[in-house]
């Protein structure tokens, strides 16, 4: 039975911070990609990050490179999402998903797409607001 789980969401003031847990089991972790999607109201699920289970390689999307880090500790089959300077914009339900997307032409995952994944979790809502 596979089991995703995500935790670490809350209120937060813009500026600052929180790190996202993603606790995954049932599946051959080191053989997935985990990654994270938000979703704020009315709009649509979009992909942030990307981790590789079987190696660490990690993938962001432009907007986000340097604010924030996905790293995973695979002893523990956990991903992590560590947020920083959070803008109002980054107001979003976040969700964990594994799955094994496929790769464009230099090998990177096509980690936007999350209908490329197959196991989520329920999420954890994120609220950056003064």
């Known amino acids: 039975e596979v089991h995703i789980v995500e935790s670490g969401g809350g209120l937060v003031q813009p500026g600052g911070s929180l790190r996202l847990s993603c606790a995954a089991s049932g599946f051959p972790f080191d053989d997935y990609y985990i990654g994270w999607f938000r979703q704020a109201p009315g709009k649509e699920r979009e992909g942030v990050s990307c981790i590789s289970g079987s190696d660490g390689t990690t993938y962001y999307i432009d907007s986000l490179k340097g604010r924030f880090t996905i790293s995973s500790d695979n002893a523990k089959n956990t991903v992590y999402l560590q947020m920083n300077r959070l803008k109002p914009e980054d107001t979003a339900v976040y969700y964990c998903?594994?799955?094994?997307?496929?790769?464009?032409?230099?090998?990177?995952?096509?980690?936007?797409?999350?209908?490329?994944?197959?196991?989520w979790g329920q999420g954890t809502q994120v609220t950056v607001s003064s």
């Open positions: 998903a594994a799955g094994v997307p496929s790769l464009d032409y230099s090998g990177t995952p096509y980690f936007l797409r999350d209908y490329e994944f197959d196991y």
